[in-house]
T-cell receptor, first 111, second 119 residues
């Protein structure tokens, strides 16, 4: 079982709709969770992080965390073509202070 | 926001030569820097973690004598790929993290990456 799992996609969403990206993790010791966006040929850029159960909103982005289910998601409202990218979920274990990345979900916003 | 630079952005070298990649944190002190490698259509794989002034910690399967890491200051880490071979061709990305004592200080900020091609 992979430590951090994401659906590789591609996920296609119409412009203006809500894109929902999901991630599950296996290490119950994980304590902080990050969403990165990576455009083709570029390095990842941090979108947001979450470490408490529930929702965290930042602009058009909402991260949701459910530690009991070992599940974290990212919602993108009012999707724009510029949101088309690969979204990487990353999980931090404070014990070893390392980020473990999922393989990413490729998102395409259809104009 | 935190800015991390990498140099060079792209390098082509011949098999058997060595290549040095620099990673700099421009507006914060990076107590820890990480080096990742990413092959096409794959996720980031951590190669090593370096703390300023101490030896790097390498992930399992990463040859420390081949990938030399030096974290000489709080703003600079270098990765040297020694005796490069075509299979070392990849996208190398560094990230930096500053420690402020807050939980969100565990954020890692990534450099723009270096694309290495070994011919």
């Amino acid at each position: 079982q992979k430590e951090v799992e994401q659906n590789s996609g591609p996920l296609s969403v119409p412009e203006g709709a809500i894109a929902s990206l999901n991630c599950t993790y296996s290490d119950r010791g994980s304590q902080s969770f990050f969403w990165y966006r990576q455009y083709s040929g570029k390095s990842p850029e941090l979108i947001m992080f979450i470490y408490s159960n529930g929702d965290k909103e930042d602009g058009r982005f909402t991260a949701q965390l459910n530690k009991a289910s070992q599940y974290v998601s990212l919602l993108i409202r009012d999707s724009q073509p510029s949101d088309s990218a690969t979204y990487l979920c990353a999980v931090l274990n404070f014990g070893n202070e390392k980020l473990t990345f999922g393989t990413g979900t490729r998102l395409t916003i259809i104009p | 926001g935190a800015v991390v630079s990498q140099h060079p952005s792209r390098v082509i070298c011949k098999s058997g030569t060595s290549v040095k990649i620099e990673c700099r944190s421009l507006d914060f002190q990076a107590t820890t820097m990480f080096w990742y490698r990413q092959f096409p259509k794959q996720s980031l794989m951590l190669m090593a973690t370096s703390n300023e002034g101490s030896k790097a910690t390498y992930e399992q399967g990463v040859e420390k004598d081949k990938f030399l890491i030096n974290h000489a200051s709080l703003t600079l880490s270098t990765l040297t790929v020694t005796s490069a071979h075509p299979e070392d061709s990849s996208f190398y990305i560094c990230s930096a993290r500053g420690r402020t004592g807050r939980i969100d200080s565990y954020e890692q900020y990534f450099g723009p990456g270096t694309r290495l091609t070994v011919t």
